[in-house]
């Protein structure tokens, strides 16, 4: 594959983070984030299982922070450090919306 076609992370050395939110949240959460222009980047891992990634640059980790607290609010969202093909099923996990 071309190096034109690649996903590349955003620079300035960002926080990289792994989540899981209810499939159905996805296109809402990353609309929030796409207007936090400059703060962070978020990629779709696989829709179905809502698994999701965050490219948070350092010095906005604050205001990400007072984001996804927000969003925590409506849906359950978990982090990890942990692969996402380790992640138990996302049911098992209590994926739900409150």
């Given at each position: 594959?071309?190096?034109?076609c690649?996903?590349?992370?955003?620079?300035a050395?960002?926080?990289r983070l792994?989540?899981r939110?209810?499939?159905?949240?996805?296109g809402?959460v990353?609309a929030?984030?796409?207007?936090y222009?400059?703060?962070?980047?978020?990629?779709t891992r696989?829709?179905?299982?809502?698994e999701?990634?965050?490219w948070?640059?350092r010095?906005?980790?604050?205001?990400?922070?007072?984001m996804?607290d927000?969003?925590?609010?409506?849906?359950m969202?978990?982090?990890?450090?942990?692969?996402?093909?380790d992640?138990?099923?996302?049911?098992?996990?209590?994926?739900v919306?409150?």
């Amino acid at each position: 594959m071309p190096d034109r076609c690649r996903t590349l992370p955003p620079a300035a050395n960002p926080l990289r983070l792994l989540a899981r939110i209810p499939p159905t949240q996805i296109g809402f959460v990353n609309a929030i984030v796409e207007s936090y222009e400059g703060a962070c980047v978020m990629r779709t891992r696989d829709a179905a299982r809502g698994e999701v990634e965050f490219w948070v640059m350092r010095d906005f980790r604050p205001a990400f922070d007072r984001m996804i607290d927000g969003f925590r609010q409506e849906m359950m969202i978990e982090f990890s450090a942990a692969d996402p093909e380790d992640w138990d099923s996302f049911e098992e996990r209590g994926f739900v919306k409150r």
